[in-house]
């Protein structure tokens, strides 16, 4: 069975929504040497090429939130590529996975991320994945997910606990200057054209009250693109609250903030 089969095949069984919450880590690219290279979200072998990368240097990375043995149930990994322009747009921007017995387009959202597909054929065959741009204005990275809830209803707790989730893994993996860091936050992430993100919080002091609306990267430290993004800030002793988070309109993606 040839590559393109087995992406295909793969692809229809483990295609997921995509509008999933994240924490950008990085595969970032290089000019001349492999080096690690962190974001907002991680670590990750960096390529000479700023248009491509090995698949099997993706590969080793993105294997290790599979292999991961903490919590991690509130959280989920994408593969996802960044402008390192500031203001760049994703419009027009391709992903694919090609080999000598064929390629494949991998989906991108909004936020540049698709699903990673773990093919032992991929692997064995010493694929790209390859960019339709040329030039250092891109790099490949790993993103961290806040896993998203379908009733738009977000637990405060839960929200800190999933912060709490990426943190450890991002320690974990080695990201630089996470060991002193902690969680403050969350990022709601929305595209531009949408008009009234409408997040609001219940059940605290004052009992109702809708978060302001920013205009900002989705994940903390990008250069671009630009979306309508809302914070929502934890409080002491968060786990103690019964506040609640409800979204309207389900999120681009949701990213955990650190200081």
């Not at 320690?171 to 997040?199: H, N, T, W």
């Amino acid at each position: 069975m040839n590559l393109l089969l087995r992406l295909l095949l793969h692809l229809l069984r483990h295609l997921a929504p995509l509008a999933a919450v994240a924490i950008g880590a990085g595969i970032g690219a290089a000019a001349d040497a492999r080096a690690v290279e962190g974001t907002a979200g991680g670590t990750a072998g960096a390529m000479p090429n700023a248009d491509w990368m090995s698949y099997r240097d993706a590969y080793r990375t993105m294997i290790r939130f599979e292999k991961y043995g903490k919590p991690k149930q509130l959280i989920q990994s994408h593969f996802r590529v960044v402008p390192k322009e500031e203001g760049a747009s994703l419009d027009g921007v391709r992903l694919s996975l090609a080999s000598p017995s064929g390629s494949l387009n991998l989906l991108l959202d909004g936020a540049g991320r698709a699903v990673f597909p773990f093919l032992k054929s991929a692997f064995d065959d010493n694929a790209r994945l390859q960019l339709n741009r040329s030039g250092n204005r891109y790099t490949m990275q790993q993103a961290i997910s806040i896993i998203p809830r379908a009733d738009g209803i977000y637990e405060a707790a839960e929200l800190h606990a999933a912060c709490e989730q990426a943190l450890a893994f991002l320690r974990d993996i080695g990201r630089p200057g996470m060991r002193d860091k902690k969680c403050v936050g969350v990022r709601f992430a929305y595209p531009r054209q949408v008009e009234d993100p409408a997040l609001s919080v219940r059940g605290g002091d004052p009992g109702h009250a809708v978060l302001p609306v920013e205009y900002a990267p989705a994940f903390a430290g990008d250069a671009g693109p630009v979306f309508k993004t809302v914070t929502y800030r934890f409080k002491p002793r968060t786990d103690k609250l019964q506040e609640q988070v409800h979204a309207q309109q389900r999120p681009l993606a949701i990213t955990a903030e650190f200081e």
